[in-house]
Nanobody, 127 residues
Framework: VQLQASGGGLVQAGGPRRLSCSAS????????VAWFRQAPGKAREFVSA????????YYGDFVKGRFTISRDNDKKIVYLQMNSLQPEDTAVYSC?????????????????????WGQGTQVTVSS
């Protein structure tokens, strides 16, 4: 499986940005895909995840309703729609894929849970 993140760039505070994570390989529909971010000098941070099947979604506490994750299984793309961006959202955003099955509402939420990673895309929010 190969992942490619795209859509980053320079955004004014309060503006939107949509990131895309394109995947290669079969059985994409069966895996959980997540977004993480890492700002300079800070630890990698969980942003959002979307599970296989009905596509249950999860978000980091800091998101507070501003971001929406979705997936198009036919195109093998996971999107992260980010609204009301703030300068503190400036980071490299990376997508990751986990092949593990999680029962119920359990989901992968730390970097070590994920098997494949994309290269990351820079999002810079100007004030």
């Amino acid at each position: 499986v190969q992942l490619q993140a795209s859509g980053g760039g320079l955004v004014q505070a309060g503006g939107p940005r949509r990131l895309s994570c394109s995947a290669s390989g079969r059985a994409f529909i069966s895996y959980t895909v997540a977004w993480f971010r890492q700002a300079p000098g800070k630890a990698r941070e969980f942003v959002s995840a979307i599970k296989y099947g009905i596509g249950t979604t999860y978000y980091g506490d800091f998101v507070k309703g501003r971001f929406t994750i979705s997936r198009d299984n036919d195109k093998k793309i996971v999107y992260l729609q980010m609204n009301s961006l703030q300068p503190e959202d400036t980071a490299v955003y990376s997508c990751a894929l986990d092949r593990t099955y999680y029962s119920g509402l359990d989901y992968p939420k730390v970097a070590a849970d994920f098997d494949y990673w994309g290269q990351g895309t820079q999002v810079t929010v100007s004030s």
